[in-house]
Structures are given as C-alpha cells and as structure tokens.
C-alpha cells in the first residue's frame, strides 16, 4: 500500500521560528493537506476529515494575521502569523471558497451599475 504524500505540511514550513504556522483552540497545531483528505493534531485534538463536495473554506486577514476556515460541514478555524497564500493555492484546487453571497442574503436591489448590482442586506 502506497502512503499518500502531503500536498503541504506544516512540519516541513520553516517561516515561524518556532515551527508552528497555525494555531487552533489556542495551540500550536500541525495541518497537513493531501489531496482528499485534511488532518490536525495538537495536545488536545487530533482529527482526520476526508474532504467531500460539501467541504469549503475561507481566508481572511486578522488584525494579528490570518484566519483559516475550513468548513467541513462545521466550521474549523485555525490561526496564522503568515500569509496564507501557498495554503490558498492548494485549497482552490481541492475545495470551493466561500463567498460574499453565502454569507450575506440580499434583500432588495437598491442600485445597478455596468459591471455590478448593489444590494440591502
């Protein structure tokens, strides 16, 4: 049986000197994606979750640096000093981002221009 190789791993990421790019329920935490599945661990959890259609996530800048949203369906947030841009990379190509629309339901149309509409939501 072949071992699946890790599209990215947070053992093998030198940018923080203390070797930990996330942190998740307050600790460090190791995230390890491959291609159909995702695995954490840290001194409280340790979870392997194998990504499905319903599976989405969500980049955002903190005031402090990054947040990670996997979710998968509940979601999973996870904590970074460092841009986040490599991780984005592999996450679009296995699982869909979410977007202004999931979270936010229009209620009326208030405003059209030539390459958008504005909503009151």
Sequence with gaps: MEIEKPLIDTNHCDALADGHYFYFA???TR???FQDSIYFSNDKVECTYVITFDFSYDIIRD???WELTIYCP???KFYSL???ESWEQLLIKI???KRFH??????KKIGK???ASVYLT
């Design 26 to 28: 307050n600790l460090p």
């Design 31 to 33: 995230l390890v994606l």
């Design 63 to 65: 005031g402090n640096g």
């Design 74 to 76: 509940e979601p999973l």
């Design 82 to 84: 460092v841009d986040l």
């Design 95 to 97: 699982m869909k981002r």
């Design 102 to 107: 999931e979270y936010y339901k229009g209620i």
């Design 113 to 115: 221009g030539n390459f």
